[in-house]
């Protein structure tokens, strides 16, 4: 199976500007979740969606990132404005199931430089 | 609220060397158990999946135990390679909550 797709791969602004990051999950897979990696710390949820509503956005900065799952697919996370601690690498993951039983897959990644 | 704990943080080995990697929660109520590798740079692949019914899965070098009672997981890699350097990651529960992972260097 296709594996998890996320775009762009890199991705370079300046503080206060805003930027996008899109993900396509595993077709099929109903949870969707976004994570942020900080350099040199394990990735961190941001935000977790079953088909196209929120199941916990408990650790998502809601003044500054949004995130949306149209139709139950493909999904969009947005900053705006970006800060310079929002540098990091964002990870977008897809299962079956809240991963209960099934596993978790991950795409490679959107590297964020904020300068 | 869950913690995950890596040890040890990095591990830097000659190649052949026979190793082990050890992962512990403060919640034990975990429904199955992922191992990840991180190289640099990229996403999280997956290396083995314990479920919930098993206590531990095998993957050509790799070998993974699960102990829910302790709320201790086990990697272990025989006869590591150059190949095998990486972050390896083993979140607990469900979402995934990370630790900072175990960096392992295997020099030729």
């Known amino acids: 199976e296709a594996g998890v797709a996320q775009s762009p791969r890199y991705k370079i602004i300046e503080k206060r500007q805003s930027v996008a990051f899109w993900c396509n999950p595993i077709?099929?897979?109903?949870?969707l979740y976004w994570y942020q990696q900080i350099l040199g710390q394990g990735p961190k949820l941001l935000i977790q969606?079953?088909?196209?509503?929120?199941?916990?956005d408990s650790q998502l900065p809601k003044d500054r990132f949004s995130a949306e799952r149209l139709k139950g697919v493909d999904s969009t996370l947005k900053i705006q404005p970006a800060k310079l601690e929002d540098s990091a690498v964002y990870l977008c993951?897809?299962?079956?199931?809240?991963?209960?039983?099934?596993?978790?897959?991950f795409g490679s990644g959107t590297r964020l430089t904020v300068v | 609220k869950q913690e995950v704990t890596q040890i040890p943080a990095a591990l830097s080995v000659p190649e052949g060397e026979n190793l082990v990697l050890n992962c512990s929660f403060t919640d034990s109520a975990i429904y199955n158990l992922q191992w990840f590798r991180q190289d640099p740079g990229k996403g999280l692949t997956s290396l083995l999946l314990i479920q919930s019914s098993q206590r531990e899965q095998t993957s050509g070098r790799l070998n993974a135990s699960l102990d829910k009672s302790s709320g201790r997981s086990t990697l272990y890699i025989a006869a590591s390679q150059p190949g095998d350097s990486a972050t390896y990651l083993c979140p607990g529960n469900t979402p995934l909550v990370f630790g900072k992972g175990t960096r392992l260097s295997v020099i030729a």
């Open positions: 969606f079953q088909n196209n509503g929120v199941v916990d």
């Open positions: 993951a897809s299962s079956r199931d809240p991963g209960r039983y099934y596993g978790y897959t």
């Open positions: 077709s099929g897979h109903a949870t």
